[in-house]
């Protein structure tokens, strides 16, 4: 007989990563925004979105967050780590990269599990380990067929698996964490938001006058922009409560909902460049997430249960 939580939790996990995958469309639609000055004002909306909906809950203790020296030092990196890979995002997908965004967030998994084994001594099985491999492959083969390092891929992994290395020593709920962040990097958003980048990413602190060309953007670009909070904020809440009700193989499977869908938005929907030789490449990488995948399902029932993951 069918578990019922485990379908509202596929059904709360499903919906976060099909939201998340959505993402290059909604970030391509406000593309006519500077990608710095966007990243300001995700900072800046997912704060007081996130704020608000704490404040619904009547939760106020995550703003006390700074009272311990150890969450203190712990949120400021995940904040600065955040910030970061959000920016990045947002340009790579703005400039004509979502294909090798989605090379990034299917290596992070991999590496975050090299991550454990550093920090945490979790044990490295032996499928991760050639999965690892597959990956190294991957990268190898698409950096000699471009000759260069796919650095937003592996700058989106490595800060993200950074993040989720730092978020599993902090005792807070996934939007408590969220608030506390956009909460730190609130200045830098403002920052952002207050200085105009030239063509020749020349910077110039202009303050609010930089911001003046918005008011020639068509209405529906402004109304868009206005849920880049709730579009931050949404996804990483329903993956949170399905998180606690999936064990973690079920959640490692539909965890590449996500990048598959970045992959697919970029090559068929915005048309970017992927000569045929890429798939070689991707092929490697594909076979790593599989093999990740695997290495999951095999995991014993009861460490299964006990490694749902909690964010």
Known sequence: ??????????????????????????????????????????????????????????????????????????????????????????????????????????????????????????????????????????????????????WISLCLALTFAAYGVIKKTVNLSALESLGAETLIAAPIGLMLLLTSFGPEHDRIFTGVQGLSYMTQLPFITLFILIFCGVATSLPLFLFAKGAKILPLSTIGFIQFISPTMSFLTGLLIFREEFPMRNFIAFGFIWSAAILYIISLRLTPKRMNQAGKLQV
Not at 7 to 18: N, S, V
Not at 56 to 70: C, P
Not at 91 to 120: D, H, K, R
């Open 1 to 150: 007989m069918t578990n019922p939580s485990f379908g509202k939790g596929a059904f709360f996990a499903i919906t976060a990563y099909l939201l998340w995958g959505s993402l290059p469309i909604y970030w391509k639609l406000l593309s006519v925004i500077n990608s710095i000055q966007l990243l300001g004002f995700r900072i800046l909306i997912s704060l007081l979105s996130v704020s608000l909906a704490l404040l619904l809950t009547k939760n106020s203790s995550w703003i006390k967050f700074y009272k311990d020296k150890k969450t203190r030092i712990s949120m400021i990196i995940a904040s600065l780590l955040i910030t970061f890979n959000w920016g990045l995002y947002i340009w790579a997908v703005n400039s004509g990269n979502t294909i090798e965004t989605s090379l990034g967030y299917y290596i992070n998994p991999i590496l975050t599990v090299i991550f454990g084994l550093c920090f945490f001594k979790e044990k490295l099985k032996l499928l991760q380990l050639i999965a690892f491999g597959f990956a190294f492959v991957g990268v190898t083969v698409i950096t000699i067929f471009t000759g260069r390092l796919p």
